[in-house]
């Protein structure tokens, strides 16, 4: 393990050492003063309501040993309190967590995936992480921390791990080429360019321009890994030639790694792959056609850390998704839940639909809500939505929220033989599902993270 010292920080982030030991060593960090364990270092973050840093006291009496802190004056008789302990001030907190980052990440040579996409980042991490656990030691993002204050925390874990799965997540331009930088990248992988933050970059010609900014801190001659079938990307990679090596995955469109013979079941899939004039066949422990497109990203990057087959078969069949991504629930009553309500997109929503409405059960039932930071584009996008409800062919649709309003109208609309449900608040929805439901039912539960769909989830679970 590659230590980083007080005086490290100090140097790193124009600090200045307030009391402590110069020499002490920062193995663990926190942000969060409730989940405070012995011996790690408590960064107070400056946010937009509060200062973090005020509350120093509570997290070293909860068993931090030092604090790196901003923006605030500690007097004597406090210093002398605490002086077992280590206080650095420093310009800015969240700065000063990228630098270490930075500097943790410069001390390691190591494999580093650095993943982006519009959509399927998480469950594509999950894999190739898996994949590259056959092999390697790996530290993975955990969660949501793939923005500008969790990826850097996640990079602070390495400790004797040789292997690196980062998820880079963006609403912005400039976002990716932040965290890139940090990460440096030895492999980035780039799942799709879809409509997610379309209100924000205004098309999606600017969003693919905005995940491309991963290639700002891709090593030379590091491996860029992409989803072919993908419009944007396609087109792309036939106009651009740059010093990285280019390695496609598809379906629908020739690729370096391309996918046949693929089978959706109700809770896997199945497909294959022909690698070196041998035709493997992949199984996957989860159901939907987004699954085989991860999978495949997965297969390009095991591959190119010299992973034999036979180990990324093993690595694709015991990976684990993160809760709340297509997640298989059965409650006591026989009724399948889908739980993919962490976040949403058109193109998101439109993948679950078609794994929905290829599944044999009773009734199809949807519980979608808004799709948020869309901008100018909500209505278009959520009235896309309602034509893949009617498409597809769902039973029944619920809908929550404004936005969702229009998903219910053009099903109607567009839809005769589709019961319509249109509520405003969380709270009916449930009060419906639960007089409504059968045996052998599916439900979808889908919509962006920010509309609470957990509380369906959490109701009907049972």
Same mark, same amino acid.
């Given at each position: 393990?590659?230590?980083?010292?007080?005086?490290?920080?100090?140097?790193?982030?124009?600090?200045?050492?307030?009391?402590?030991?110069?020499?002490?060593?920062?193995?663990?960090?926190?942000?969060?003063?409730?989940?405070?364990?012995?011996? @790690?270092?408590?960064?107070?973050?400056?946010?937009?309501?509060?200062?973090?840093?005020?509350?120093?006291?509570?997290?070293?009496?909860?068993?931090?040993?030092?604090?790196?802190?901003?923006?605030?004056?500690?007097?004597?008789?406090?210093?002398?309190?605490?002086?077992?302990?280590?206080?650095?001030?420093?310009?800015?907190?969240?700065?000063?967590?990228?630098?270490?980052?930075?500097?943790?990440?410069?001390?390691?040579?190591?494999?580093?995936?650095?993943?982006?996409?519009?959509?399927?980042?998480?469950?594509?991490?999950?894999?190739?992480?898996?994949?590259?656990?056959?092999?390697?030691?790996?530290?993975?993002?955990?969660?949501?921390?793939?923005?500008?204050?969790?990826?850097?925390?996640?990079?602070?874990?390495?400790?004797?791990?040789?292997?690196?799965?980062?998820?880079?997540?963006?609403?912005?331009?400039?976002?990716?080429?932040?965290?890139?930088?940090?990460?440096?990248?030895?492999?980035?992988?780039?799942?799709?360019?879809?409509?997610?933050?379309?209100?924000?970059?205004?098309?999606?010609?600017?969003?693919?321009?905005?995940?491309?900014?991963?290639?700002?801190?891709?090593?030379?001659?590091?491996?860029?890994?992409?989803?072919?079938?993908?419009?944007?990307?396609?087109?792309?990679?036939?106009?651009?030639?740059?010093?990285?090596?280019?390695?496609?995955?598809?379906?629908?469109?020739?690729?370096?790694?391309?996918?046949?013979?693929?089978?959706?079941?109700?809770?896997?899939?199945?497909?294959?792959?022909?690698?070196?004039?041998?035709?493997?066949?992949?199984?996957?422990?989860?159901?939907?056609?987004?699954?085989?497109?991860?999978?495949?990203?997965?297969?390009?990057?095991?591959?190119?850390?010299?992973?034999?087959?036979?180990?990324?078969?093993?690595?694709?069949?015991?990976?684990?998704?993160?809760?709340?991504?297509?997640?298989?629930?059965?409650?006591?009553?026989?009724?399948?839940?889908?739980? @993919?309500?962490?976040?949403?997109?058109?193109?998101?929503?439109?993948?679950?639909?078609?794994?929905?409405?290829?599944?044999?059960?009773?009734?199809?039932?949807?519980?979608?809500?808004?799709?948020?930071?869309?901008?100018?584009?909500?209505?278009?996008?959520?009235?896309?939505?309602?034509?893949?409800?009617?498409?597809?062919?769902?039973?029944?649709?619920?809908?929550?929220? @404004?936005?969702?309003?229009?998903?219910?109208?053009?099903?109607?609309?567009?839809?005769? @033989?589709?019961?319509?449900?249109?509520?405003?608040?969380?709270?009916?929805?449930?009060?419906?599902?639960?007089?409504?439901?059968?045996?052998?039912?599916?439900?979808?539960?889908?919509?962006?993270?920010?509309?609470?769909?957990?509380?369906?989830?959490?109701?009907?679970?049972?």
């Amino acid at each position: 393990m590659k230590n980083i010292l007080v005086k490290d920080i100090v140097r790193i982030c124009k600090g200045k050492l307030i009391c402590g030991d110069e020499n002490e060593v920062c193995e663990n960090f926190s942000k969060d003063t409730r989940e405070i364990n012995q011996g @790690d270092i408590f960064l107070g973050i400056k946010g937009e309501r509060i200062n973090g840093s005020i509350l120093y006291k509570k997290a070293l009496e909860n068993g931090a040993k030092g604090c790196i802190l901003q923006d605030i004056e500690i007097d004597e008789k406090e210093i002398d309190t605490y002086a077992n302990k280590f206080i650095i001030l420093v310009p800015n907190v969240v700065k000063a967590l990228q630098e270490l980052a930075e500097y943790k990440r410069s001390l390691y040579n190591i494999p580093v995936i650095g993943i982006t996409g519009s959509v399927g980042k998480t469950s594509t991490k999950d894999i190739i992480a898996s994949v590259l656990s056959t092999k390697y030691k790996v530290l993975k993002t955990e969660g949501n921390y793939n923005n500008e204050i969790g990826l850097p925390l996640t990079i602070l874990k390495l400790k004797e791990h040789n292997a690196m799965v980062l998820e880079m997540g963006m609403s912005a331009f400039g976002e990716i080429s932040l965290l890139t930088k940090i990460a440096r990248p030895t492999t980035a992988v780039i799942t799709t360019i879809g409509s997610s933050h379309i209100g924000i970059l205004g098309s999606r010609e600017n969003i693919l321009k905005a995940k491309l900014e991963i290639l700002e801190g891709l090593e030379d001659k590091g491996n860029l890994i992409f989803n072919n079938d993908n419009d944007l990307l396609s087109l792309w990679n036939m106009n651009n030639k740059d010093n990285h090596k280019h390695i496609t995955y598809g379906i629908e469109n020739e690729s370096n790694y391309q996918a046949k013979n693929i089978h959706i079941m109700e809770d896997s899939s199945s497909f294959e792959i022909k690698k070196d004039n041998k035709i493997y066949t992949i199984n996957v422990p989860v159901a939907g056609k987004h699954f085989v497109y991860n999978s495949l990203a997965a297969i390009a990057v095991g591959l190119e850390y010299d992973i034999n087959m036979e180990s990324i078969m093993d690595g694709i069949l015991r990976f684990t998704l993160t809760q709340s991504r297509m997640e298989i629930i059965k409650n006591k009553q026989n009724i399948t839940i889908i739980n @993919d309500c962490y976040n949403a997109s058109y193109e998101s929503v439109k993948v679950a639909l078609e794994y929905l409405s290829s599944l044999q059960s009773q009734r199809k039932i949807a519980v979608l809500g808004d799709v948020l930071e869309l901008g100018n584009f909500s209505h278009e996008m959520h009235k896309k939505i309602g034509e893949e409800v009617v498409k597809n062919k769902i039973d029944i649709i619920v809908t929550v929220g @404004d936005e969702a309003k229009i998903i219910s109208n053009t099903v109607k609309e567009k839809g005769k @033989d589709i019961k319509v449900y249109t509520y405003e608040k969380n709270s009916q929805a449930i009060e419906l599902l639960r007089t409504i439901l059968n045996p052998k039912d599916v439900v979808l539960v889908k919509a962006s993270n920010g509309m609470h769909f957990n509380e369906i989830i959490e109701a009907i679970k049972e």
